[in-house]
């Protein structure tokens, strides 16, 4: 057989194909002989590269948390504000409305895989040991101009981020838009009392219209 000359460019066809195969169908529906159908390669072309469809969707969830991760930095590097608390409450804003890849319908494959443990488990990691600390570096800038007075800055940062990400999901828990909404509340509540006032009204509305617009809710009861 020859030789694959371009084995990256294959790849990226394919997680390409895929992603777009998921949001369409769905992934529940898309079977891996639909992806190989697609592509028009053959099942060695895909096999070289993935071993199940469950292979597919992990390289395509790690492709869009890097591309989630390139944009945080990017938004950290050009963000300009009068103060830390601003710039902090501007990233978090921006972060959520991400115009690119991470669309409403690739938002729905993922969470097909919310209550998958490793997928949970690989989301807190990633927001305790990486974007906590971070967020923390912001607020420590924060008590240096007087915009933030919390205690325990890197504390502080992996709590909001374990809050934001896991407790605050609807999906993980089976809750209806208005609960939701009442611990995004308290969430900004509880940072305010925490000398860092950054969950803005734009960030609670652009939180919520997230989770709406790729069916996190579930019927209010």
């Known amino acids: 057989m020859a030789r694959n000359k371009y084995p990256e460019q294959t790849l990226d066809l394919i ?6 195969m998921f949001t369409e169908k769905g992934y529940e529906k898309t079977s891996i002989q639909d992806i190989i159908d697609e592509l028009g390669m053959s099942k060695g072309a895909i096999y070289h590269h993935f071993k199940s469809k469950e292979d597919i969707l ?47 319908s690739i938002d729905q494959v993922l969470s097909t895989q919310i209550k998958n443990p490793q997928f949970v488990l690989g989301g807190i990691r990633k927001g305790v040991l990486k974007d906590a600390r971070i967020i923390s570096n912001i607020m420590e800038q924060g008590k240096e101009d007087g915009s933030i007075s919390v205690e325990y800055p890197l504390e502080c940062a992996e709590i909001f981020m374990l809050l934001v990400n896991i407790w605050i999901n609807p999906l993980l828990f089976g809750r209806d838009q208005e609960q939701t909404l009442e611990r995004l509340k308290f969430l900004q509540h509880m940072m305010k009392l925490l000398g860092a006032d950054i969950v803005s009204e734009q ?18 009861e």
């Open 58 to 104: 992990s390289a395509v969830m790690e492709k869009e948390l890097g591309r989630a991760e390139d944009m945080f930095m990017e938004l950290i590097q050009n963000t300009h504000a009068p103060n830390a608390r601003q710039k902090l409450i501007s990233i978090l804003e921006n972060i959520i409305v991400d115009p690119g890849i991470q669309s409403n």
């Open 203 to 220: 960030l609670i509305q652009r939180i919520t219209n997230r989770h709406a617009s790729t069916g996190g809710y579930t019927e209010a």
């Open 15 to 20: 997680l390409t194909v895929s992603t777009q």
